[in-house]
């Protein structure tokens, strides 16, 4: 069968997995802290033509095989920040994550400080999950102060008036490549050994907590549609191709008639 039946073939599959991420892309464009993902190609195997190689120039001629996904990347830089008016919704104001854990103590992260009370008052992600730095409110908390540096402190109503309290700080992570942490979903995100093991994030280097904010996608719904078109474009011309190899066929197996 034609080599170029093939070569298309793995054109329109690449660019069908990139309308694809495309469209993942736009549909969390509202959703808190999402980070947009890109796919990265790469050329296949190249097949040397001897038979037109020249030994003059010592120039040879090669064909290549057609495309591939090497990989998927996601975009961590920054969204806009918006303000929830909640005291236990954070955001981070440059680089870094929130750590947080599951019931069985595995660590992951994050950028969604849409956080929240428990019933028992441990602050908690809005997917249940603990935030790291054990913060638990007493039950006579009456405001909630997070400073820039992720300390948290809170005021408490007792027979001798109002105390502010410290009750911990927010534990904050920054890796050496974000861009190769494993996505787990829910906004949630795993290390990996290429992105080098989570270290201790420094206010004020590496940004600063805002208070009452939340970091919203960084997902541009103008520049998606451009992609959009890209995509549709490179797939049709994908297309056409298989249309004109079998159009080259039909017209070699006519020969014969």
């Known amino acids: ?87 236990l919704h954070v955001a981070i104001e440059g680089k870094g994550f929130f750590a947080v854990e599951d019931p069985s103590g595995a660590r992951m992260y994050t950028r969604d400080g849409t956080f929240t009370r428990s019933a028992d008052g441990q602050l908690i992600t809005a997917g249940g999950l603990r935030v790291a730095g054990d913060i638990v409110f007493p039950d006579d908390t009456q405001n909630v102060r997070i400073s820039p540096d992720g300390t948290v402190s809170v005021t408490l109503a007792g027979g001798d008036g109002m105390s502010e309290v410290v009750l911990g700080e927010l534990e904050l992570v920054t890796v050496d490549n974000p861009n190769t942490l494993r996505s787990l979903g829910n906004n949630l995100y795993a290390a990996t050994a290429e992105s080098g093991e989570p270290r201790r994030w420094e206010a004020g280097i590496d940004g600063r907590v805002a208070q009452g904010m939340v970091e919203t996608s960084n997902v541009d719904v103008a520049t998606e549609l451009i992609e959009l078109i890209e995509a549709q474009r490179a797939y049709e011309l994908n297309s056409k191709v298989v249309q004109a190899t079998d159009e080259a066929l039909q017209v070699a197996s006519g020969l014969k008639r």
């Open 1 to 87: 069968m034609s080599r170029s039946l093939y070569i298309a073939a793995s054109g329109m599959a690449a660019q069908q997995l990139r309308l694809e991420n495309i469209a993942n892309n736009i549909a969390n464009v509202g959703t808190t802290a999402f980070k947009r993902s890109q796919g990265t190609f790469a050329d296949l195997l190249y097949q040397e033509l001897t038979t037109v190689s020249n030994p003059d120039t010592g120039v040879v001629a090669e064909l290549g095989g057609g495309v591939r996904v090497a990989g998927m990347q996601r975009d961590h830089q920054q969204g806009s920040l918006r303000e929830s008016g909640n005291p």
